[in-house]
């Protein structure tokens, strides 16, 4: 019988945004029956084995679980309870936090200058621009930037953010993304598969707090020596941290953009629900996708 595999998805988007469209059928291709699921409408019974029915899941992936930035804890109770994850379960829970800033920062790795302010805590003084952006969130949903004359508009948004019960990251705006964009590197059951190029994301003067992300421009990209030198550290050292090897990560994204010092830099490592940039890669990039869920598949 064919191994079946959920694509966990969310209510609001329930097939992903079409990044992630060619999926089913290229894993049809080696033999894995994969449906999307929205991953609240993954009920436990869903998931229980009941190979004479034939409807056992073998493998949930995680792919467009979107909407977890609000209910974090919900969504990481439910990873918990699902037998076989990928990425696992308390690799979600230590990367969807962006905390975890500081732990690879503590392993040497070059990243982005991270700050946490937890509800309560002020606003230091700053006087270059600067990142505001939720430690739990993602499709840059509630970042925004701020010049050294808006700090009322910062402390607002800060306040805003804290009212909300959520930690709030502080960061320098690295000023290369303006020319450059970021870089993101994607790995499939630990080896480079391709990359692409994010532009800006964040307008002056403005914030979006509602949408599920926000529109991204991205092109295809063959990440220069130093970025990938830097991406391969990364996942050493989430390895290293977590004492897993490279093939326990289904799927890994490393987003490098370039620091003030000229060199790349870290701004995130996602190992819960990246885009994986299929439309802006080589047709071979599904492929290996699938690969990499038969590996999985037969190591569980
Ligand atoms: N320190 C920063 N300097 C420049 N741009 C930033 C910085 N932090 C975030 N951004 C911009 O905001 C976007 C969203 O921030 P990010 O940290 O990637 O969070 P997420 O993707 O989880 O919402 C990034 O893609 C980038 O364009
Ligand atoms: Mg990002």
Redesign the pocket.
Known sequence: MSPRVLLASCAELPESDGDDTPLPAVLAEVGIKAEWVPWDSIGEPALMLEPASGSSVDLVVLRSTWDYPLRRDEFLAWCDGVPELANRADLVRWNTDKAYMADLASTGLPV?PTRLLPPGAELESYDTEI?L?PAV?????G?GRFLPDERERAVAHVAALHAQGRTVVL????PA?DDEG?TALVFFGGRYSHGFL?G???PRGEVEMSALFVDERLAPVVPDAARRALAEDALDAACGLHGIERSDLLYARV?V?TGTGGAPVL??LELAEPSLGFRQADPGAPLRFASAVRAELARR
């Open positions: 982005v990142v952006k969130g993602a499709g840059s949903q970042a960061q320098p705006y690295q993304v970021e994010k800006p994301m964040l987003d953009l701004l995130e």
